[in-house]
T-cell receptor, first 116, second 112 residues
Framework: EAQVTQNPRYLITVTGKKLTVTCSQN?????MSWYRQDPGLGLRQIYY???????DKGDVPEGYKVSRKEKRNFPLILESPSPNQTSLYFC???????????????FGPGTRLTVL | QQQVKQSPQSLIVQKGGISIINCAYE??????FPWYQQFPGKGPALLIA?????SEKKEGRFTISFNKSAKQFSLHIMDSQPGDSATYFC???????????FGQGTRLTINP
């Protein structure tokens, strides 16, 4: 089954304790992205990757890191989490085939993070 | 700065009625406008999308109306059903850029 998976689905942690949220897709997609969803703000892009070893900042990158060592994986790293990073996080992926096309983004099931 | 503004934040409609959600954008470079549907505990999923070369797109009970001069687009759900109860997000993108800019979301409830 074609899908985007995220782990863990739920996480409660404390301020300053490093954590990683994993994201994996099995569709051979070039483009991957992380969003956070907050009430009244919709989904905001944190980081994205156009392909392996190519990552760039989105709209709200502060406090986050990413890496793209393999095409299928795009982990989100919080080096020193703070309470304002309490949110619902989504990973998404899509094909990226040229400048004249837009390709549907497929979203994972989400990770609900609480930072105390 | 919210590049895509969505309203209302919440909407309650009776079964069989018409649900209407509105979005407005600022960046005239946007040329792809999808709507995503999100059920509780799930990630958003593409529902329907439109490009600005047409004023309307219909797929089943779902219709996007697009007004390029006003920089507005809306989602109409005809004959709304309880199974349509979900959060709906409008979004905008530039072809080739892949990045989606989302509206704030609308929580739709269809009462039986």
């Amino acid at each position: 089954e074609a899908q985007v998976t995220q782990n863990p689905r739920y996480l409660i942690t404390v301020t300053g304790k490093k954590l990683t949220v994993t994201c994996s897709q099995n569709m051979n997609h070039e483009y991957m992205s992380w969003y956070r969803q907050d009430p009244g703000l919709g989904l905001r892009q944190i980081y994205y990757s156009m392909n392996v070893e190519v990552t760039d900042k989105g709209d709200v990158p502060e406090g986050y890191k990413v890496s793209r060592k393999e095409k299928r994986n795009f982990p989100l790293i919080l080096e020193s989490p703070s309470p304002n990073q309490t949110s619902l996080y989504f990973c998404a992926s899509s094909l990226s085939r040229g400048l004249l096309t837009y390709n549907e983004q497929f979203f994972g099931p989400g990770t609900r993070l609480t930072v105390l | 700065q919210q590049q895509v503004k969505q309203s209302p934040q919440s909407l309650i409609v009776q079964k069989g009625g018409i649900s209407i959600i509105n979005c407005a954008y600022e960046n005239t470079a946007f040329d792809y406008f999808p709507w995503y549907q999100q059920f509780p505990g799930k990630g958003p999923a593409l529902l329907i999308a439109i490009r600005p070369d047409v004023s309307e797109k219909k797929e089943g009970r779902f219709t996007i109306s697009f007004n390029k001069s006003a920089k507005q687009f809306s989602l109409h759900i005809m004959d709304s059903q309880p199974g349509d109860s979900a959060t709906y997000f409008c979004a905008a993108s530039i072809t080739g850029a892949q990045k989606l800019v989302f509206g704030q979301g609308t929580r739709l409830t269809i009462n039986p």
